[in-house]
């Protein structure tokens, strides 16, 4: 029996993505302040550029998230639970979700005369059994994202994409998935990490904390350790 997967997630984008690691797995919703967590890192981050606290920034989330999802397991001993949080970071700007019609169009303008970071952070929290202590592990993933220029073509894209319903819950004011691909002249890095979850990433950490270890069996239905693996079972640390 391998380690129960929890995903401290209930978004629709992430629940996707984790099936091409795990179809067996939980979604539960982290109950954390978002809000003030960003706000005691933005009032301490001294000289911090926009992208170093971005980055700060998720990594703190997607903890929060992990644990306190964590925290809230019947039964934590032989369970992992994973937390993640993306933001979208300009030069001097951390995106967030848009307010507003007016603010999404800002974003979205903003975001066609510059490349944009895209940084999802993960944590990993888990404990192998009721005697062992809790372990963490946190990482971040980025991609690059560029619009096509600002000119009237891109202006009649972002003003008909903020008159749809598809902007306002999300990082950024776009889906790169949906219709917000759109405005999207190309990318660098990982798509999936641009959509809210870097599963190679996330794949190569599981492997990584597996044969760290010893394996015990990996994850329940997981593509990712072991015979069922994707990877194949050579790469499985039982057959190192």
């Known amino acids: 029996m391998g380690m129960k997967i929890v995903l401290a997630s209930t978004s629709p984008r992430r629940r996707e993505l984790i099936k091409k690691i795990t179809e067996e797995y939980e979604a539960a919703s982290a109950d954390i302040d978002e809000e003030a967590i960003e706000k005691r890192l933005e009032n301490s981050r001294g000289s911090l550029t926009e ?32 937390g993640a949080d993306t933001v979208v970071a300009l030069e001097n700007e951390i995106l967030g979700k848009p307010k507003d019609r007016e603010d999404a169009v800002r974003m979205l303008r903003a975001q066609s005369m510059e490349p944009q970071q895209v940084i999802t952070g993960v944590t990993f929290v888990w404990r192998e059994t009721a005697e ?3 372990s963490t592990r946190t990482f971040t993933e980025k991609s690059l994202v560029y619009f096509h220029a600002l000119d009237e073509v891109q202006e009649a894209r972002i003003q008909a994409y903020c008159d749809t319903a598809e902007p306002y819950d999300k990082a950024g004011a776009y889906g790169i998935q949906l219709n917000g691909g759109a405005l999207v002249d190309r990318y660098e890095g990982d798509y999936d990490n641009i959509v809210g979850f870097p599963t190679e990433r ?7 904390l597996f044969a760290e270890s010893g394996c015990r069996g990996g994850v329940q239905g997981c593509r990712t350790c072991c015979s069922s693996c994707a990877i194949g079972a050579e790469n499985c640390c039982k057959n190192k």
Not at 56 to 82: G, H, N, Q, Y
């Open 51 to 82: 992208a170093q606290l971005a980055e700060k920034t998720v990594r703190e989330l997607s903890r929060a998230k992990a644990m306190a999802v964590f925290r809230s397991c019947r039964e934590p001993a032989d369970t992992l639970v994973i």
């Open 132 to 134: 062992t202590p809790v």
């Open 202 to 208: 996330v794949r190569a950490e599981l492997i990584s």
